[in-house]
């Protein structure tokens, strides 16, 4: 779709802030939830953009041992977010085990 090429940032600090720029632009399809926002809101942000059917990029950023980086992998998944980022530096066995868990 071509609603889907534009991932538009969440860089606010709370929910509330979030959820208003998401209603002030309910064509956007597609958000990006970084670490400032998932620490601030926890996994209230995700519920809140799937219960508005958006898809969700999200964008923790995840370096750790690759048991870790698993781990975090699944629950991203089974949160249901569509993208998410990993630092090829975690290594290849890292990377494997996350695609893996997804």
């Known amino acids: 779709m071509v609603e889907d090429r534009i991932i538009v940032p969440l860089d606010v600090p ?8 998401v209603e002030q632009l309910p064509e956007v399809s597609f958000w ?9 809101t926890g996994s209230e942000i995700i519920h ?3 219960h508005r059917q958006k ?3 999200l964008d923790l950023k995840f ?4 048991n870790t980086v698993a ?3 699944r629950v991203a998944a089974a949160y249901g977010v569509d993208l998410i ?3 090829a530096v975690a290594g290849r066995n890292a990377l494997k085990r996350a695609a893996e868990a997804a």
């Open 32 to 40: 990006k939830v970084g670490l400032e926002l998932f620490v601030s």
């Open 48 to 50: 809140a953009l799937k």
């Open 85 to 87: 980022t990993i630092h």
């Open 63 to 66: 370096h750790d041992i690759p």
């Open 55 to 57: 898809r969700i990029f």
């Open 71 to 73: 781990g975090a992998t």
């Open 14 to 21: 709370s929910l509330e802030d979030a959820i208003a720029l």
